[in-house]
C-alpha cells in the first residue's frame, strides 16, 4: 500500500522561508500526479500545487510567484518550497498521490 510521510514544517516569522518534503513508496508514484494541500483551523482542505509526472505545476493564485512544487523521480519524493511567507499561510500541509493522504505536517507564519 501507498505511504506517504510529510516533514519539513515549522514556525516562521512572516517573510521567511520553509521547505516541505514528502517520501512516497511504491512504485505508483512514477505514474501519478502528486499535489500538496493545505487546511487552515476552521477552513475547508485548499489545493496548494500539483505536478505531474513529467513535470507539469499548477499552483493556486494565493501562492503563485512564492511557492515552489518539485519532484525526485528516482527518489520517489516530492517537495514544497515556501518562500515569502504570510501568516495566511498558516495550516497543516498534506501530501497527496490519488487518494492517499500523508499525516500531515503543521507550517504556522507570524506577524
Known amino acids: 500500500q501507498v505511504q506517504l510521510v510529510e516533514s519539513g514544517g515549522g514556525s516562521v516569522q512572516a517573510g521567511g522561508s520553509l521547505r516541505l518534503s514528502c517520501a512516497a513508496s511504491?512504485?505508483?508514484?512514477?505514474?501519478?500526479?502528486m499535489g500538496w494541500y493545505r487546511q487552515a483551523p476552521g477552513e475547508q482542505r485548499e489545493l496548494v500545487a500539483t505536478?505531474?509526472?513529467?513535470?507539469?505545476?499548477v499552483y493556486a493564485d494565493s501562492v503563485k510567484g512564492r511557492f515552489t512544487i518539485s519532484r525526485d523521480n528516482a527518489k520517489r519524493a516530492v517537495y514544497l518550497q515556501m518562500n515569502s511567507l504570510k501568516p495566511e499561510d498558516t495550516a497543516v500541509y498534506y501530501c497527496?498521490?490519488?487518494?492517499?493522504w500523508g499525516q500531515g505536517t503543521q507550517v504556522t507564519v507570524s506577524s
Open positions: 511504491g512504485s505508483i508514484f512514477l505514474i501519478s500526479v
Open positions: 497527496v498521490l490519488r487518494s492517499s
Open positions: 505536478i505531474s509526472p513529467g513535470g507539469t505545476t
